[in-house]
């Protein structure tokens, strides 16, 4: 395993709930993160989706990929739809069920946030798994609030002038953060161990828990697609998808043993392309201020 996260040793579940077949795209990170999120949590899940990729990745019914009871659920309601979901599997007598959440970021930054800050508020005992692949990209790449500083989207299109997004990612780990709910995490398809032992500390909390996990798009992003999880670990490396997890009040930031810079990052995706030197260099910055500030963090909830 890869000593960039923990070099405590750790097997993975070798259960799969995810069955050949999916429709995905060739290197989708999204299909990674559900099979990691499924492998963790095991059989007795029910996952509910929302419009995206996700809810195409599984196929027209008779056909489907995962092995565990699925609802899809409209555009907005993610955390309307768990609390729902919650409720009555905890009528059943069946609270040992985990009841997941599993929306992309134009669901869960955008149009989902006010169902997702409720449910979380609400303090049901729900998983919620933002799958961020930094675009609304079964509809067409666009941008959404989660696309970072600098990329081309379809509706971000570059063409002649420098059209490019020009706000800042909205990390929706971090509002959670700042909400006050119990368990929250960043992790990415990159560290397969980090996710599924997330996963293992965020089952222990009877309470609302919520995971963002970085899924590289290659569709989008404009990668080759083998590439996906090497740009996986290059987002921890470079600092754009810092790791942390967040419990019991303490933040734990997972400092890169081998940083890369912005530079190397986004070289490596035509979404970037056209990025110039001072462009880049402001990206910089400000991965750099909010590494400062989770560390500071980390400093401040440790007691040290
Ligand atoms: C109310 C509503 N508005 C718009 C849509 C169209 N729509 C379906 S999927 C999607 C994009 C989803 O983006 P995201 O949540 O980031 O997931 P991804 O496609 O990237 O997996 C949109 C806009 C919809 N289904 N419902």
Not at 88 to 115: C, H, M, P, R
Not at 127 to 149: A, H, K, L
Not at 166 to 182: F, I, T
Not at 183 to 198: F, G, H, M, N, W
């Amino acid at each position: 395993m890869s000593g960039e996260v923990h070099d405590m040793p750790f097997s993975i579940p070798r259960e799969e709930f995810m069955e050949p077949g999916h429709t995905a795209c060739h290197g989708c990170g999204a299909t990674l993160a559900m099979r990691y999120v499924l492998k963790a949590l095991g059989k007795n899940t029910v996952v509910s989706v929302p419009a995206s990729c996700w809810a195409v990745i599984p196929g027209a019914m008779p056909n489907r990929t995962l092995d565990v009871p699925m609802v899809y659920t409209p555009f907005a309601a993610t955390g309307a739809s768990i609390t729902g979901l919650r409720a009555a599997f905890d009528i059943l007598g069946k609270e040992d069920y985990n009841v997941v959440g599993f929306a992309g970021d134009g669901g869960t930054a955008d149009i989902g946030l006010q169902s997702l800050s409720g449910a979380m508020e609400r303090g049901h005992n729900v998983f919620y798994i933002m799958y961020d692949n930094e675009g609304y990209m079964n509809t067409g790449v666009q941008r959404s609030g989660s696309t970072p500083y600098g990329a081309e989207t379809t509706t971000t299109p570059v063409r002649a002038e420098k059209n490019f997004k020009h706000q800042q990612k909205k990390v929706v780990a971090d509002l959670m953060m700042a909400q006050g709910v119990p368990y929250v995490a960043t992790a990415t398809v990159a560290y397969p161990e980090d996710l599924i032992r997330k996963i293992g500390n965020a089952k222990k909390i009877a309470g609302p828990k919520f995971i963002q996990v970085l899924s590289p798009c290659p569709t989008g992003w404009y990668f080759p697609t083998e590439k996906t999880v090497e740009i996986s670990r290059m987002a921890v490396q470079s600092g754009m998808f810092p790791l942390y997890e967040y419990y019991d009040g303490k933040l734990r930031v997972t400092k890169p043993s081998r940083p890369l810079s912005i530079r190397e990052y986004v070289s490596a995706q035509d979404r970037f392309l056209h990025l110039e030197d001072e462009d880049i260099e402001r990206l910089q910055v400000t991965v750099d201020q909010r590494m400062k500030t989770l560390l500071d963090r980390e400093r401040e909830t440790s007691g040290a």
